[in-house]
């Protein structure tokens, strides 16, 4: 495991991590962030906190006659395979698969909800990575998104990993670690198997709270090892194959949500972000990425040509 972070005496509510200087300094960003959103001075940059305009949303499409139809896309979670061939995995781990989820948004749509945690059970894979955004208001009460956690938490197998995304609260941390879930806040741990190891990195949210540290992230791992990056965001893809990352999986945006045919999306959630690198593999440089589109739903319970999903990454060695 990587370098603990820097902690500092009588750590609260049980966890060292939420003593250090980052920890209160995401805490504080929060704080502010809740204050913006509440007076309204961020609604006309950042939608998804503009609920005026979800329920804007949501009257259109009942006069349409959509909104069932939204609603049901948005309980169709598909379970899609994406293949990663590096040389530099190790041969014990050609074949390793991790299961990504992300964007839970649990209270939001919690049929979607139920439909994941059904279906779980009957994946095969080797270990899980969960890329953030639990709950689906960005301040506020976290228990009923940790209760959706932990039932999901219960029907999957083996070691847990994750990252907080901008919809989450560093106060999460606790409890999430209680249920087995480990979240990655700016470090690394090994992964071993038959004595060969890869390194899983995580960094904590870079979208509202400009919290991710990729070289922080990145520091305890041996030059040259196969290394994935969970990040919420896929926005930090220069810094991650700057560091050396072979994989960098991500979310956030949905993949637009509400796209037109051909899954063409309206809007990204990214800001700048290129449109390659909304949803899906793709590729920058010499590192593989992939953006989920999402589990969950953002602002409205619908999706339209953009399908939920859970993903199988399996790691393939090539000559």
Same mark, same amino acid.
């Given at each position: 495991?990587?370098?603990?972070?820097?902690?500092?005496?009588?750590?609260?509510?049980?966890? &060292?991590?939420?003593?250090?200087?980052?920890?209160?300094?995401?805490?504080?960003?929060?704080?502010?962030?809740?204050?913006?959103?509440?007076?309204?001075?961020?609604?006309?940059?950042?939608?998804?906190?503009?609920?005026?305009?979800?329920?804007?949303?949501?009257?259109?499409?009942?006069?349409?006659?959509?909104?069932?139809?939204?609603?049901?896309?948005?309980?169709?979670?598909?379970?899609?395979?994406?293949?990663?061939?590096?040389?530099?995995?190790?041969?014990? #781990?050609?074949? #390793?698969?991790?299961?990504?989820?992300?964007?839970?948004?649990?209270?939001?749509?919690?049929?979607?909800?139920?439909?994941?945690? /059904?279906?779980?059970?009957?994946?095969?894979?080797?270990?899980?990575?969960?890329?953030?955004?639990?709950?689906?208001?960005?301040?506020? &009460?976290?228990?009923?998104?940790?209760?959706?956690? /932990?039932?999901?938490?219960?029907?999957?197998?083996?070691?847990?990993?994750?990252?907080?995304?901008?919809?989450?609260?560093?106060?999460?941390?606790?409890?999430?670690?209680?249920?087995?879930?480990?979240?990655?806040?700016?470090?690394?741990?090994?992964?071993?198997?038959?004595?060969?190891?890869?390194?899983? /990195?995580?960094?904590?949210?870079?979208?509202?709270?400009?919290?991710?540290?990729?070289?922080?992230?990145?520091?305890?791992?041996?030059?040259?090892?196969?290394?994935?990056?969970?990040?919420?965001?896929?926005?930090?893809?220069?810094?991650?194959?700057?560091?050396?990352?072979?994989?960098?999986?991500?979310?956030?945006?949905?993949?637009?949500?509400?796209?037109?045919?051909?899954?063409?999306?309206?809007?990204? /959630?990214?800001?700048?972000?290129?449109?390659?690198?909304?949803?899906? &593999?793709?590729?920058?440089?010499?590192?593989?990425?992939?953006?989920?589109?999402?589990?969950?739903?953002?602002?409205?319970?619908?999706?339209?040509?953009? &399908?939920?999903?859970?993903?199988?990454?399996?790691?393939?060695?090539?000559?």
């Amino acid at each position: 495991m990587s370098a603990p972070l820097n902690v500092a005496k009588g750590p609260p509510e049980g966890d &060292p991590r939420l003593s250090t200087t980052h920890a209160r300094r995401r805490l504080e960003a929060e704080d502010r962030h809740e204050a913006r959103v509440r007076r309204g001075g961020i609604d006309f940059v950042h939608v998804e906190n503009s609920y005026s305009v979800h329920s804007a949303i949501r009257g259109l499409l009942r006069m349409t006659g959509l909104y069932r139809r939204g609603q049901r896309n948005a309980e169709q979670i598909v379970v899609r395979v994406n293949n990663v061939r590096s040389a530099s995995l190790p041969p014990r #781990f050609d074949g #390793f698969t991790m299961l990504q989820i992300s964007d839970l948004h649990a209270e939001l749509h919690r049929g979607a909800t139920q439909r994941l945690i /059904a279906m779980v059970g009957e994946l095969d894979y080797d270990l899980v990575a969960l890329t953030g955004d639990y709950r689906a208001r960005t301040y506020g &009460p976290i228990e009923e998104s940790l209760d959706a956690v /932990a039932a999901l938490r219960a029907q999957l197998r083996g070691q847990v990993f994750g990252v907080l995304g901008n919809h989450d609260s560093i106060t999460m941390l606790p409890r999430l670690e209680a249920m087995g879930v480990r979240l990655l806040v700016n470090e690394s741990t090994p992964i071993v198997r038959d004595g060969e190891r890869i390194y899983l /990195a995580g960094v904590d949210d870079n979208n509202y709270f400009d919290a991710a540290d990729v070289e922080r992230a990145r520091a305890a791992i041996p030059q040259g090892a196969f290394s994935v990056l969970l990040s919420h965001t896929p926005e930090i893809y220069r810094s991650a194959a700057g560091a050396g990352f072979n994989l960098l999986l991500a979310g956030h945006t949905h993949g637009g949500q509400i796209c037109l045919p051909r899954g063409v999306p309206l809007t990204l /959630a990214s800001s700048g972000l290129p449109r390659r690198y909304g949803a899906g &593999p793709w590729r920058y440089g010499t590192m593989d990425g992939y953006t989920s589109t999402g589990v969950g739903c953002s602002g409205v319970d619908v999706r339209f040509n953009c &399908p939920p999903e859970i993903t199988l990454h399996r790691l393939r060695r090539s000559a």
